[in-house]
């Protein structure tokens, strides 16, 4: 596989989008479909196996009802 770049940054928003997502008791299909995507690509952005664009990021914090920053909050 592709080394992401970055990783260690996308496995923390990948957590955020897996946290709150279970926060509005959405599956990962639900969140895919919201945000016109596969729910496998959901699947590698939680994990942190793929990046994304800002755009992307933008639509999952609309589809989960959260302010865009709030998938930058990373607790160390």
């Not at 919201?34 to 933008?58: K, M």
Request: charged share 25%; net charge positive.
């Amino acid at each position: 596989t592709m080394k992401v770049k970055h990783y260690d940054i996308w496995v923390k928003i990948g957590l955020n989008i897996l946290y709150y997502r279970k926060e509005q008791r959405l599956t990962q299909a639900q969140l895919a479909e919201a945000i016109n995507l596969s729910p496998n690509h959901v699947q590698r952005f939680e994990s942190g196996s793929a990046g994304c664009s800002v755009d992307t990021l933008i639509d999952v914090a609309k589809a989960l009802n959260v302010p865009l920053y709030k998938l930058f909050e990373f607790k160390d």
